[in-house]
């Protein structure tokens, strides 16, 4: 059971790390209000579930996920 708790533990460290560098990939959500009542929807803003910026926000929801069922696994005490 140890061996597993280990490589659990090291797994959670990299989805930890993963996270924190998707996060911090993202741009803003202020990005455009400059703009006058999104006057400025372009091709990218349109089809943003396609670009990179849709990539990110999905890789983000797997990581998260995979960060809460670890958390959990790993709290678990069934040794």
């Given at each position: 059971?140890?061996?597993?708790?280990?490589?659990?533990?090291?797994?959670?460290?990299i989805?930890?790390?993963?996270?924190?560098?998707?996060?911090?990939?993202?741009?803003?959500?202020?990005?455009?209000?400059?703009?006058?009542?999104?006057?400025a929807?372009?091709?990218?803003?349109?089809?943003?579930?396609r670009?990179?910026?849709?990539?990110?926000?999905?890789?983000?929801?797997?990581?998260?996920?995979?960060?809460?069922l670890?958390?959990?696994?790993?709290?678990?005490?069934?040794?």
């Open positions: 059971m140890g061996a597993l708790k280990i490589v659990l533990s090291v797994l959670f460290i989805v930890c790390v993963a996270l924190i560098v998707l996060v911090l990939m993202q741009e803003g959500k202020s990005a455009g209000l400059g703009t006058i009542g999104g006057a929807e372009t091709y990218w803003g349109k089809n943003k579930s670009s990179m910026e849709g990539l990110l926000v999905k890789l983000t929801k797997v990581a998260g996920v995979a960060f809460i670890l958390t959990i696994l790993l709290n678990l005490n069934v040794y």
